[in-house]
């Protein structure tokens, strides 16, 4: 009974995880990995360490690729430093503050300020 509840709250997750594809205020590779985590909890699918370590370093390159690349188009299309910060602050503004909208409209707004 536990394995059936498991599995459904890791497929849901894996779900969830793949709208974060498409929506921007759903972060999608934590919960696909938290969903994972969830799956690899039943006795009816394991994941090896490695596969579940590797899965991890990529989530976490995903996410720190996630926030900086705004900035590096920023620096790379012109844009000064103070840009390139504009663009980090606004990131962080637009996420907190104007979810869902914000996450496109901050990194735009905080580099042009």
């Given at each position: 009974m536990i394995d059936i509840i498991l599995i459904t709250l890791g497929g849901i997750c894996l779900i969830i995880g793949?709208?974060?594809?498409?929506?921007?205020?759903?972060?999608?590779?934590?919960?696909?990995?938290?969903?994972?985590?969830?799956?690899?909890?039943?006795?009816?699918?394991?994941?090896?360490?490695?596969?579940?370590?590797?899965?991890?370093?990529?989530?976490?390159?995903?996410?720190?690729l996630d926030y900086f690349t705004p900035i590096i188009g920023s620096k790379y299309s012109g844009g000064t430093k103070w840009g390139s910060w504009g663009c980090l602050i606004g990131s962080i503004v637009g996420i907190v503050f104007f979810s869902p909208w914000g996450i496109i409209i901050g990194p735009f707004g905080g580099a042009f300020i």
């Open positions: 793949l709208l974060g594809c498409i929506v921007p205020m759903i972060p999608g590779p934590p919960i696909s990995y938290a969903g994972l985590l969830l799956l690899h909890i039943t006795d009816k699918v394991q994941f090896s360490t490695s596969q579940l370590v590797i899965w991890l370093l990529l989530v976490v390159v995903v996410q720190v």
